[in-house]
């Protein structure tokens, strides 16, 4: 058989898209055009909500606002620096908006980089479903109800900018088998390379969808084994090339993430309880009310169930085996590694991806059902996409709050964060949106807004070595944790639980904000003769450290 660009191609696993099946106008209009509507969906609550409810957004927004130009103003210049030499991966949004930062501002830089973490992941998705099957196809619409997950609540924003690239650089395998082995290796290696600096998972998951590509669509590698032996020497020829940078990497940058933890940081942190698992594989799908995300999801995956019934689903064998260990791997790592957390909620997320890239349901429908069935995806996708945005509109007035708490605050000072909680009550006594996936809080960040908004110094800005690009000067260093969230306000009055770098905060602190003080009664700061309130705005109260003799 002649080695030509086309045998290449089928050797890679992926097929030549064949354009015939989307002439009719329901795949060449309808369904192009309820993808965009979809797309808009996920634009929509970016645009309308400055600071949405997501764990870590407000610091990576601080932190871009801080490198493009904030930690040159006093007397911020005193407290915080930028650090190029202290991260080297995790730090994409970093390193391009320090490119656009200084024409963009932060704000608007945040909401792009959060809509490209949106859309890329299901983009990347599509792009890999359609190079695995060939052309547009309305079962794509229903990918982008996994733009919307537990990690992107958390604000993970270089994570699915990451995860999104690796399934864009994957799809363009196709391509590439048809081009020169030079051009193939170097190209293979500049994509690994920007995405280990995105992120460390982004180069772990192209790893995995190559060797998924080049495992092949049929299982048929499996049935003996030499057919096992072939396939496993073209995915460690897939692979080895785009590893290449990580091994560079390892060798010689100063500082891995986990660096700015001890041994006991470092070491790992594992949860084998069934309530723990099954938060973890549902991390994909679930958001802020677990209810209704599910029942969305039934909707989505209705025709690939109705499918998998009649015995009409097209597989990519490789991709399926791929999301298989993708989600054994989250089943089997700990939660918390090299002082990163969520290590096991991850995996899931990526299993999710290469899963709906590598089926398509067969189904033959006529023309009028396919509209049909393209429509109800889209209005499902669009509809949830619309909830959340009237969750994020509603929490905006936490963030009005802490705007208004701090307004007198005056510069330079120092403001130490709490966090009001309630051990008598759940999530669901608080407003939606203030938590999500297994109770964990979204308003943990907002406190390092009063860095941007005040000039004011807040010790949990992340600054960890080896995954931030950023440093908190002597001595203000003496008073932060590298990657602290947000204290109980039981640390305040009881000095065992109390942290050492916080031991000091009578005479190293000027003010006590204390955030989700509008539910519960959990503590009475005022009781306190060292505290002076100065503004309670509900959500957000601020109270003033009464220096001298007053301390209690």
């Not at 601080?62 to 080297?88: E, H, N, Q």
């Not at 983009?123 to 733009?147: D, P, Y």
């Not at 989250?330 to 290469?354: E, H, K, Y």
């Amino acid at each position: 058989m002649p080695h030509t660009p086309r045998a290449e191609q089928a050797a890679a696993g992926l097929r030549i898209p064949d354009l015939s099946a989307a002439r009719h106008p329901a795949d060449r209009l309808v369904t192009p055009g309820l993808l965009m509507l979809a797309l808009a969906g996920l634009a929509l609550p970016v645009w309308l909500v400055a600071i949405p409810p997501l764990l870590d957004y407000p610091n990576h927004l601080v932190r871009l606002w801080l490198i493009t130009g904030g930690a040159d103003i006093a007397p911020l210049s005193k407290m915080y620096a930028v650090s190029w030499s202290s991260a080297f991966t995790n730090v994409g949004i970093d390193y391009l908006g320090a490119l656009l930062g200084r024409v963009v501002p932060a704000v608007q830089l945040g909401s792009l980089f959060l809509l490209l973490a949106l859309v890329l992941p299901p983009l990347g998705a599509a792009a890999l479903n359609r190079a695995a099957f060939g052309g547009v196809h309305w079962w794509q619409i229903g990918f982008f109800f996994f733009a919307w997950n537990a990690t992107l609540i958390a604000g993970f924003l270089n994570f699915h900018i990451g995860i999104g690239g690796a399934l864009l650089a994957a799809a363009l395998e196709r391509r590439l088998a048809g081009t020169g082995l030079a051009l193939r290796l170097s190209a293979k290696i500049a994509m690994a390379t920007l995405l280990l600096v995105i992120h460390v998972f982004a180069l772990f998951f192209y790893w995995a969808l190559l060797a998924a590509i080049a495992f092949g669509p049929r299982f048929g590698a499996l049935a003996t084994m030499r057919g096992l032996a072939d396939a496993l020497r073209a995915v460690v020829a897939a692979v080895a090339p785009a590893a290449i940078p990580a091994l560079v990497f390892v060798l010689l940058v100063p500082a891995l993430p986990g660096a700015h933890v001890d041994a006991a940081g470092n070491a790992p942190w594992w949860d084998f309880s069934l309530q723990s698992k099954l938060h973890v594989l549902l991390t994909p799908v679930v958001t802020y009310e677990r209810a209704i995300d599910l029942a969305v999801l039934a909707v989505v995956l209705a025709p690939l169930a109705w499918a998998l019934i009649a015995r009409k689903v097209e597989v990519h064998a490789g991709l399926l085996l791929a999301a298989a260990a993708l989600m054994a791997l989250g089943l089997a790592s700990p939660a918390a590694l090299a002082g990163t957390w969520w290590i096991d909620n991850r995996f899931p997320v990526m299993a999710a991806l290469a899963l709906i890239a590598g089926v398509r349901p067969g189904l033959e429908l006529a023309p009028a059902a396919r509209i049909a069935t393209a429509a109800v995806l889209a209005l499902a996708v669009t509809v949830r996409s619309l909830w959340i945005t009237s969750i994020w509109y509603e929490r905006q007035a936490d963030v009005r709050s802490v705007e208004r708490a701090v307004a007198t605050v005056p510069a330079g000072a120092a403001v130490l964060p709490l966090d009001n909680i309630d051990d008598r009550l759940d999530a669901s006594a608080y407003p939606t949106g203030r938590y999500f996936h297994n109770n964990h809080p979204t308003h943990w960040s907002l406190s390092v807004l009063v860095i941007m908004w005040r000039h004011a110094f807040v010790p949990n800005l992340f600054w960890a070595v080896g995954k931030q690009p950023l440093c908190v000067l002597a001595p203000w260093n003496e008073i932060s944790f590298p990657e602290d969230g947000l204290l109980p306000v039981q640390a305040l009055v009881d000095a065992s639980l109390t942290p050492k770098h916080f031991r000091t905060w009578h005479e190293r602190y000027d003010y006590v904000l204390l955030l989700n003080a509008d539910v519960g009664q959990r503590a009475n700061l005022s009781d306190l003769s060292s505290l002076e309130l100065v503004r309670d705005e509900g959500f957000a109260r601020l109270y003033r450290v009464v220096k001298g003799p007053q301390q209690s």
